[in-house]
């Protein structure tokens, strides 16, 4: 059986194991269903996820020309703490930075490959820890707007990271930590801003992941580079394929590319 669409992230469906779909303009598929199965990935032609011509992608699934004009890649969306919606101030599009940022946000703790700090809308809750590959989460403060939550998020990494290291993640090279020790240590960090907003008791949230084998040197598939992949699925974790071979690709960053999926 053969696919071809367009990548998008995958989208996600929270339960023990995480539920992976990747989903094309006509069709979807269940990747837990594969798992143990031959894939052969073929790259087709560029996307833009905006303007739909065949271009070459820039970032995030965009084209240059896109990329550097709608709000939906504005210098917020990466820097929560740029966001001006609060103040009623435009930055690309008045209209929808005040869909996208004056709603609930939540700044939260997740264990990926070590400790980080991050930020997403309360509707994300867990899609984006599912995003990041993270075994573990607990939120820290929820306040109402993207702004709130970005000067958080500035303040607090000074004292914890707030990347995650791909290849650790992938090899589960991980470490199982008390979050909720973590949320109150870093308490005294939070700006007075939004103090108020702290959560003061709230559990852990565990996440796991549909992989029977991780790699142990994983090396990154480029479709550009090598426009035909054929491997064995055994795993699927954060926004990566993992295959038999140590093989891995990352959906979220090939977002963009038309590509034709057949299983074998």
Not at 17 to 37: A, M, R, S
Not at 161 to 189: F, G, P, S
Not at 204 to 233: A, D, M, Q, W
């Amino acid at each position: 059986m053969t696919y071809q669409g367009v990548l998008r992230k995958m989208e996600t469906e929270f339960a023990q194991p995480i539920q992976y779909y990747l989903v094309f303009e006509n069709d979807f598929l269940n990747l837990n269903q594969l798992l143990g199965k031959g894939i052969r990935i073929q790259f087709v032609k560029h996307q833009c996820l905006n303007c739909s011509l065949d271009r070459l992608i820039y970032r995030q699934g965009f084209c240059k020309s896109c990329f550097f004009d709608i709000p939906q890649a504005a210098d917020w969306i990466m820097r929560p703490e740029l966001s001006t919606a609060h103040l009623d101030k435009e930055d690309r599009d008045l209209e929808y930075e005040k869909r996208a940022q004056l709603q609930p946000h939540i700044v939260y703790l997740a264990n990926s490959s070590n400790v980080k700090v991050g930020v997403t809308r309360r509707s994300q809750v867990p899609t984006r820890w599912i995003d990041q590959g993270a075994h573990e989460a607990i939120e820290i403060v929820e306040v109402p707007n993207r702004y709130l939550a970005g000067i958080t998020e500035v303040a607090l990494k000074d004292h914890v990271a707030d990347k995650t290291n791909w290849r650790k993640m992938l090899k589960n090279d991980v470490e199982d930590e008390n979050l909720k020790e973590w949320r109150d240590k870093l308490k005294q960090y939070i700006p007075d801003e939004a103090k108020s907003y702290y959560i003061e008791s709230n559990m852990e949230t565990h996440l796991k992941f549909p992989v029977e084998r991780y790699p142990i040197k994983p090396k990154s598939l480029n479709l550009l580079k090598t426009p035909s992949y054929e491997g064995v699925l055994k795993g699927v974790k954060g926004q990566y394929l993992i295959f038999e071979d140590d093989t891995v690709f990352n959906i979220r960053g090939n977002e963009g590319l038309v590509v034709s999926i057949e299983v074998v």
